[in-house]
């Protein structure tokens, strides 16, 4: 019987241990930290060792703390000095600052498509959206999954666009071999308590070759100032904020820092073991990793299909089922990005800063008003998505097959061994709508 209809369910309550994983030496680590920032002055100790670590494991040149992922992306953005008038390209189906971090440099987003077997930007469809406004891409690698960067340069290195790499969900992944965090010519990823590289708190981190947007980075970062050595100059020679990371959140992340090959590894395992367990269960599809990249799934994206089981209903109804029979056996399934980004309020109003800044100000191309449904793949995907990951469903250690295997379990219970009654509890979910 479905735990739902009264049944016993297939995880206990203590089945799932939170992320992040919290050792010994994450607290010595916040401890020292705490212990070094007294004096304060800037920039401080942790910050930089910080910024040393991540630019030797994502092979940038240079990296940058930031407080927030969306802060490092601002930077990104910012760093090459795009600006009023400019157009940006980012996926539909993202979280909303990939979109946000254009609209703070005064440029419009475009956006496009993205692919039904990686949700990530398509780039079959990109070159329909260059205009001779357009200067860079934003390539979300999302999920915990790498965008196709390939194809993605060859599209830039043809129109002479920047890519921006938006890592904020795939902290550990790989792309042919090379990691996140430098497959674009500028990268922001987020340090949020929930990500696969954690701070606890908030913070970001901002990667790149180019000397010059390092520069222009530093800049956004304090004011719009420079420090010269210990030298502050006090004279903000551009637009700037306060983007400054806090010393213990760098530290805390420093020494998660220093496990993520690790905890990257479990997280594929976990999730590419579960999707393989799930092939075959009716009714969902789960996420596919293309060859040449591994996932580290800060989520695992799982597709509601009731077409697949015959079920002539609306989509929304059997979500709503399959959650509430799955939450009901103890696995923490939620939604997530209900919409494509352009069809949220913001960009469905185009307010932006007050009377249609940036699109009105007289240096955007006339624009159409954004239409969500342009956007079939994402549209879809955000009518058919739940999600596991984060910090309450995490797929981190010490999160291992005995999760995924009771995960499995739940999966084929609901979906296959008690269709019937899923099909019975989606029926009232949509006779009550």
Not at 184 to 197: D, I, M, Q, T, V
Request: proline share 6%; hydrophobic share 40%.
């Amino acid at each position: 019987m479905l735990a739902i209809n009264g049944g016993t369910p297939v995880l206990d309550e203590d089945a799932i241990a939170p992320w992040p994983e919290v050792t010994d030496a994450d607290r010595d680590a916040v401890l020292r930290a705490l212990d070094r920032s007294t004096p304060w002055r800037w920039p401080l100790e942790d910050v930089q060792e910080l910024e040393a670590a991540w630019a030797e494991h994502s092979g940038a040149r240079f990296a940058v703390a930031a407080n927030s992922g969306t802060a490092a992306l601002h930077m990104a953005v910012a760093a090459t000095s795009i600006g009023p008038g400019d157009e940006v390209l980012v996926p539909a189906d993202t979280f909303l600052a990939s979109a946000t971090c254009v609209l703070q440099a005064n440029a419009v987003p475009v956006f496009v498509d993205v692919d039904p077997a990686t949700y990530n930007i398509d780039p079959t469809k990109i070159e329909q959206h260059i205009t001779p406004r357009t200067r860079a891409i934003i390539a979300v690698d999302l999920n915990g999954l790498p965008a196709d960067y390939d194809a993605l340069h060859a599209i830039a290195d043809k129109h002479d666009l920047i890519v921006i790499e938006d890592g904020a969900q795939a902290h550990g992944a790989t792309y042919r071999g090379r990691p996140v965090g430098s497959l674009g010519h500028l990268a922001g990823c987020s340090l949020n308590g929930s990500k696969c590289l954690s701070a606890l708190s908030e913070g970001g981190l901002f990667t790149t070759d180019n000397e010059r947007w390092h520069q222009n980075a530093l800049r956004v970062l304090m004011f719009g100032d420079e420090i010269r050595g210990k030298t502050r100059e006090y004279n903000a020679r551009i637009m700037g904020w306060n983007y400054r990371l806090h010393s213990l959140a760098a530290a805390f992340a420093r020494s998660q820092l220093e496990r993520l090959p690790a905890m990257s590894q479990v997280r594929s395992t976990n999730g590419d073991y579960l999707a393989k367990s799930l092939m075959g269960v009716p009714g969902i599809r789960p996420p596919t990793v293309p060859d040449g990249s591994t996932h580290v799934y800060f989520f695992f994206p799982a597709l509601v299909e009731p077409e697949a089981i015959g079920l002539d209903v609306d989509v929304e109804a059997f979500r709503l089922a399959v959650k509430a029979a799955l939450r009901a056996e103890g696995v923490p399934l939620d939604e997530w990005q209900r919409v494509p980004v352009p069809g949220q309020t913001l960009f469905q109003e185009m307010r932006g800063y007050g009377r249609g800044c940036p699109w009105t100000c007289g240096h955007s191309a006339t624009q159409t008003p954004y239409d969500p449904d342009a956007y079939d793949v994402a549209t879809d995907i955000c009518r058919r998505r739940l999600v596991l990951g984060s910090s309450t469903s995490s797929f981190g250690p010490p999160n291992g097959m005995r999760l995924m295997n009771e995960y499995a379990e739940a999966f084929h219970k609901v979906l296959a061994e008690h269709q019937a009654d899923l099909v019975d509890l989606t029926m009232r979910f949509a006779a009550a709508d």
